[in-house]
């Protein structure tokens, strides 16, 4: 019985005990452990505000990368639009310059077939032509058309094909045939050039002279001297030239001097007072409508052959030819054409005169 009572007091006394083991394991209360709590409060609180500044600087960072990536979005599909804008007028610039070139060398084609039908109808057919890499000749006399004498029409393919010679190879040589000339040259086709002067034992050219774009000689003393070349282009260049810097500017590959100018641009030019109405062998040089070169001798100074032609029924001439710049070279007794390995006309002075400067062809 009196297990029982002892038994129903440890019940009754449990939950105390309990809780009085409880507050043994508890540490006991104090200010400073109120203290240290309110500081890790605090010291947390710093963390998460500077988590959410770090934060803010984040978003604010990535909206920048946002707007830079949409502006360079926006800037990659304006360049996108503005090369395809570009390429779309260049190749509408490409197809117009093409139908140009294509009109261009249709008219070009118009225009030598018209003059190949000119010069047919004056002159008859070609007596000699030539088709080269580098230049196609055709050469035509000029009987029909009342002179005794030839007359070249070439078309240069490349520059390569137009050549100036000095004899020698220097100012101041002994001279050299225009034949001479042409076969050290390997041309098919010369014409003697400029005029000159003997000075001790030597042929000095007149005016100005340009070899192969070097300045031999300059001289500006006769105002009606004119200077007759080609540019590096192969072009026909020529007029009157007073300084060196003028010269320049015309980009001359070769050229030589003598009067006067007979033609530009289709039109007359004054023929000097003591040069007019005057018969004599003839050299001319000039270009055709369609920028086709000729060259001619007209044959003079031989009685029951040819008494020549003046300036003034040259220019008349060449208009009928369709030419249109023309200059008077070197006339008399150095008048000299050669093609295919012969003189052709007969130099006034009974055989080829020794000149300064010829033009050559090689084909």
Do not use: C
Request: proline share 3%; net charge negative.
């Amino acid at each position: 019985m009196r297990y029982k009572i002892y038994i129903f007091f440890v019940f009754l006394l449990a939950p105390f005990i309990g809780l009085g083991i409880a507050f043994g394991q508890v540490q006991p209360f104090s200010f400073q452990d109120l203290e240290s709590r309110a500081l890790d409060e605090g010291s947390l609180q710093a963390d998460v505000d500077n988590i959410y500044r770090d934060l803010h600087s984040i978003h604010d960072s990535i909206q920048e990368s946002l707007r830079r990536a949409e502006a360079t979005r926006n800037l990659i599909a304006f360049i996108s639009e503005d090369s395809q804008a570009q390429k779309q007028a260049y190749e509408k610039q490409y197809a117009e310059l093409q139908e140009l070139m294509l009109a261009s060398a249709e008219q070009h084609s118009v225009s030598g077939d018209m003059l190949e039908n000119v010069l047919s109808r004056l002159l008859g057919d070609p007596i000699g032509q030539t088709f080269g890499n580098n230049a196609t000749v055709k050469v035509y006399s000029l009987q029909e058309a009342g002179y005794r004498g030839y007359m070249a029409k070439v078309r240069l393919h490349n520059v390569n094909a137009l050549r100036m010679v000095i004899s020698g190879d220097r100012v101041g040589a002994p001279g050299e045939t225009t034949s001479a000339a042409a076969r050290r040259s390997g041309a098919v086709l010369a014409i003697n050039a400029g005029g000159f002067f003997a000075h001790e034992g030597g042929l000095l050219p007149i005016g100005i002279t340009v070899i192969d774009g070097e300045i031999l000689t300059f001289s500006t003393y006769d105002p009606d001297l004119s200077f007759v070349g080609f540019n590096r282009s192969g072009q026909l260049i020529g007029g009157r030239v007073d300084t060196e810097e003028q010269l320049a500017a015309m980009n001359v590959l070769h050229g030589s001097s003598f009067l006067p100018t007979l033609l530009k641009g289709g039109q007359k030019q004054p023929i000097p007072s003591a040069w007019a109405n005057t018969r004599h062998p003839r050299t001319l040089i000039g270009h055709f409508e369609n920028d086709e070169l000729l060259l001619i001798v007209i044959d003079g100074r031989r009685q029951g052959w040819s008494s020549g032609v003046t300036l003034e029924e040259a220019q008349d001439k060449l208009l009928e030819f369709k030419v249109r710049d023309a200059y008077n070279l070197d006339g008399g007794g150095s008048s000299a054409f050669y093609y295919n390995g012969k003189i052709l006309n007969r130099p006034s002075d009974g055989s080829e005169r020794r000149v300064a400067t010829n033009i050559v062809i090689v084909p």
